[in-house]
């Protein structure tokens, strides 16, 4: 069974609620010994001596081996994983924002204090994406890693498409059910699948990228119009984070609402589920498909995490070769739908080709041809009330 893991876990939230129904179901050789929480006066369902909001507690505790951060503050994470890894502990997170943000750091007091620190559960809750580019995937030739990473978003794009529900209510509904992130902007916007995607670009081509030098344009600028034009074109729109290796060897990276048809396999990811696409050159295409958020699907992941701590197991950054590290590009170009109100946008954002034009009183577009990096430069003026902006399959 390996070595007893004595767990030190920060937040009791969703997740951190979810992995412990899960770990008091089995005999795991584990104990929880501290949570540190923000608010001492919440009522819990735990003894009131497992609780404390002094960090050190866990972290000056020398018996607890294993620390699980699972709070919702970024910032707040990254300094106690940086200080429970410099103590000496393994970490297990799935903290994404976190993770994208700051990885080649925490890659780097890994290597300096021989520790692990694995996050499954930032990626796709349940669906165990990681550790499959880790070592399944490790020497294949990944085309292509795409998907839907956000289940708030696709939860409102069901809601909106198959049942005429209001961008606002499927909203609120996501929220409530607790998919949404406590700043919905980060999933609307497109931010959560593309820390999401920084991190699957880590372990699928070794790209260590800063998540803001990727571009993201979510949904928070669509309309019924954009729904109405998909229905009668027989498509439906995602939200889809890509990951792809040129010919030239090079990784675009992008987050985009994308139309597709029903001959996609990510056609029928509806409502909070998620589904991740690797298109690989051996392997042909692979499809996985699962709750991308909760409790106890991302408990899931978490606690596949921590047993696996206990047969010492690392990332090991395998596709991450210094010096020939792959790089990342934005001279790729796409096939977009361009919703508008003004022509003077044209001035800005230059097409190299526009292959259909419709313009009425109240709804006007255009599909055609531009460049990646011309999205990228125009992305204030593109982000804007009245514009939505989607890749056409
Ligand atoms: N807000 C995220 C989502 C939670 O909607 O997918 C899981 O990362």
Redesign the pocket.
Known sequence: MGKKLVIGMFGFGVVGQGLYDIIKTKNLNLEIKKFVIKNPAKKRSLPSDLFTTEEDEILNDSEINTVVELIDDADAAFRIVKKALRAGKNVVS?N?KMVAQNLSELIKIQEETGTSFLYEG?V??SIPIIRNLEEYYDNELLHSVSGV???????ILSKMYNENQGYEEALTK?QELG???TDPT??VGAF??KF?LAIVAAHAYGIYIDPDDILNLGIDKLDSKDIIFAKEKDLKIKLLPYAKELENGKVVLYVLPRFIDNQHILFNVEN?N?GVLVKAAFADEQFFYGK??GGHP?GSAVLSDITALRHGYKYEYKKHINDREATYTAEYTLKVYLRYEDETLFDKVKFDNISERYSSKDFKYVIGEVKLKEIIKNRAEIHQDGIFLAEMN
């Open positions: 799935a994404k930032a796709c809750g990473f956000n289940g708030s978003s696709n939860y996501a998919f949404a992130e980060l999933d959560d699948p999401k909070e998620n991308g958020a991302t």
